[in-house]
């Protein structure tokens, strides 16, 4: 089955640094990924659509030059949290979803394991 | 917009049924998902509906009524490792809604002896 990865599981940092998350597709490109932010006990909230070779479309209220999008190839994304605080402590999980079908369209997305982020 | 609702906890016995339940408003509508989410973990997919009815996979089954904006997620002789977070969420399609997922605010099931 399709299989999406995600590195670093887990990351403890200090106020004011900045983190990058990873998140692969193992065994398949993924023109389009997505990156979710999900807080304790809520659901999973989108804050940006990542298409492969363009820029990143944010959702409103995600500042863009906050967390910073590539998508550089076609099985890896990457996320990195600038000048990180505290408030941006969260769960961050990825998802990709896989080129398929004569139109190059699958309906299904797979999810990453997910990183959880700690900022101190 | 999008507007996804479901109630937010449950609780049932060991070997009973449970229905979760899912209403939507949305803008787009290309399909509904069930996801199950163990705490810390990522979502794992349970079904996929796109036709009004109902769709049977082992214990689980997924219902669907487009006119109503109204999916239901049935499961069957309950487990313990059951309980968990079952999310539903709507995908816009290509076009309108934005050729994205957008979820509710999950169901936390808890599953008793």
């Known amino acids: 089955g399709a299989v999406v990865s995600q590195h670093p599981s887990r990351v403890i940092c200090k106020s004011g640094t900045s983190v990058k998350i990873e998140c692969r597709s193992l065994?398949?490109?993924?023109?389009?990924m997505f990156w979710y932010r999900q807080f304790p006990k809520q659901s999973l909230m989108l804050m940006a659509t990542?298409?492969?070779?363009?820029?990143?479309?944010?959702e409103q209220g995600v500042e863009k030059d906050k967390f910073l999008i590539n998508h550089a190839s076609l099985t890896l994304s990457t996320l990195t949290v600038t000048s990180a605080h505290p408030e941006d402590s969260s769960f961050y999980i990825c998802?990709?979803?896989?080129?398929?079908?004569?139109?190059?369209?699958?309906?299904?997305?797979?999810f990453g394991p997910g990183t959880r982020l700690t900022v101190t | 917009g999008q507007n996804i609702d479901q109630p937010t906890e449950m609780t049932a016995t060991e070997g009973a049924i449970v229905q979760i339940n899912c209403t939507y408003q949305?803008?787009?509508?290309?399909?509904l998902f069930w996801y199950q989410q163990h705490a810390g973990e990522a979502p794992t997919f349970l079904s996929y509906?796109?036709?009004?009815g109902l769709e049977e996979k082992g214990r689980f089954s997924s219902f669907l009524s487009r006119s109503k904006g109204y999916s239901y997620l049935l499961l069957k002789e309950l487990q313990m490792k059951d309980s968990a977070s079952y999310l539903c969420?709507?995908?816009?399609?290509?076009?309108?809604?934005?050729?994205?997922?957008?979820f509710g605010t999950g169901t936390q099931l808890k599953v008793e002896l």
């Open positions: 990542s298409n492969e070779g363009s820029k990143a479309t944010y």
């Open positions: 509906n796109v036709l009004d």
């Open positions: 998802s990709a979803r896989d080129m398929k079908g004569t139109s190059g369209y699958s309906y299904e997305q797979y």
């Open positions: 065994d398949f490109q993924a023109t389009t």
């Open positions: 969420a709507v995908w816009g399609g290509l076009t309108g809604g934005g050729n994205k997922l957008t």
């Open positions: 949305t803008s787009g509508f290309n399909g």
